[in-house]
């Protein structure tokens, strides 16, 4: 076993026993059953924390089969919205937690470091994939790995699908004047202002919940032939989770020869994420249309794209095109492939309550 990770596990066995202890034992842990609302905001914070603390245990007691989520934690615990929980969390750990405006799902990670159960699932995962490749880095910056694959998990394979994979070598000087070599591995974003909202409210936030990672971004405003454009680039670069896409799901490293890797439920997660990616969406005459515009060496992909949707792909000069549905099409596509895209998901949403086609804003 890798040392680092021994250590981490033993740091956080006692810190788990001790609030087992303080909380009056696994019996008391089962007894209790914790429901909080917003009002617990203004409770001592030592009281807070006890119930927070309390409820997460008791979660993990009644659901061992299901990941520890922002989401799941907060139905559990009988409250309404993901940033009511991170209000009651910062206010029990106002000197630990990130500021404002953190993404929640960074927010869990501290109710789990407090509660003594942030292993980061490495063992368990391997057991099940011996395949992952786990570095010391990312023991030592708290990496968690997913045990489970589910809906959520599936779409961001759908978005990573759709990015470029790169390996190769780069040489840096240190502090004390030595070169290095170092070999990189990751996966290479590339993203427009119109996606930032998808950014924010979608992308980050899962890779900081479901791997406790914050990806790489860089934004940066040009200028072109008078006119402003914006060039959002980065990478997701840590060897488990680019193991974790690789090898454990299955993401070819190439893009002409990358398919569509699940069946059932999960299938349909991930074709959700390349809508996310994918999709472009406009309207005529007042009604939305989407259409995804893939890259030419997707082609394979899109050829699945093709007899799955039951809709004829297109080839430009530039890209391959499939028509995903208008107006009440889209409703219904969006039911069955769960997208999270603002950018698409919401001027659907105000057509289909109001009638009115509108671009989700920007500013």
């Known amino acids: 076993m890798i040392i680092e990770y021994q250590m981490k596990e033993r740091e956080m066995l006692e810190k788990a026993l001790s609030r087992l202890r303080e909380l009056g034992g696994i019996k008391a842990v089962l007894g209790e059953r914790i429901i909080l ?16 603390i309390l409820g997460i245990y008791r979660y993990i007691a009644s659901n061992p089969d299901e990941d520890l989520t922002m989401g799941r934690l907060t139905r559990f615990l009988g409250l309404g ?58 023991i030592t910056s708290e990496i968690r790995i997913p045990p489970r694959i589910d809906g959520e998990v599936a779409r961001s394979a759908g978005w990573i699908s759709t990015m470029p994979y790169i390996q190769g070598y780069y040489r840096h000087v240190t502090k004390n004047g030595l070169e290095k070599v170092k070999k990189v591995r990751c996966y290479r974003l590339s993203f427009k202002r119109r996606d930032l909202p998808f950014l924010e409210l979608e992308f980050i936030p899962f890779f900081e919940e479901y791997f406790n990672y914050t990806p790489f971004v860089k934004t940066r405003i040009k200028e072109r032939y008078g006119r402003e454009f914006w060039d959002i680039s980065g990478h997701i670069s840590h ?33 959700a994420g390349l809508i996310d990616m ?21 082609k394979r992909i899109a050829e699945e794209l093709e007899r ?4 004829k792909l297109m080839t430009y000069p530039r890209n391959l095109s499939i028509y995903l549905g208008k107006g009440w099409e889209l409703v219904e596509a969006f039911e069955k492939y769960p997208i999270s895209n603002p950018r698409l998901l919401y001027p659907i949403l105000w057509w289909k309550e109001t009638g009115e086609f509108r671009e989700y804003p920007l500013d």
């Open 37 to 52: 609302s917003r009002r617990d905001e203004r409770l001592p914070p030592e009281e807070l924390t006890r119930r927070l």
């Open 81 to 138: 919205d993901n940033r009511e929980l991170a209000r009651l969390i910062r206010a029990a750990f106002p000197d630990r937690v990130p500021p404002p405006p953190r993404i929640p799902g960074s927010v869990t990670n501290t109710l789990r470091r407090e509660a003594g159960v942030d292993n980061s699932y490495v063992e368990e995962v391997i057991g099940k994939n011996p395949e992952l490749k786990v570095g010391c880095l990312d």
């Open 239 to 271: 060897t488990s989770i680019v193991s974790f896409y690789r090898d454990v799901l299955g993401i070819h490293d190439e893009r002409e020869e990358r398919t569509i890797p699940f069946d059932g439920e999960l299938r349909r997660y991930f074709i």
């Open 278 to 298: 994918w999709g472009s969406i406009s309207s005529s005459k007042g009604v939305p249309i989407i259409i995804l515009c893939i890259p030419l060496e997707f």
């Open 308 to 311: 799955e949707l039951g809709h």
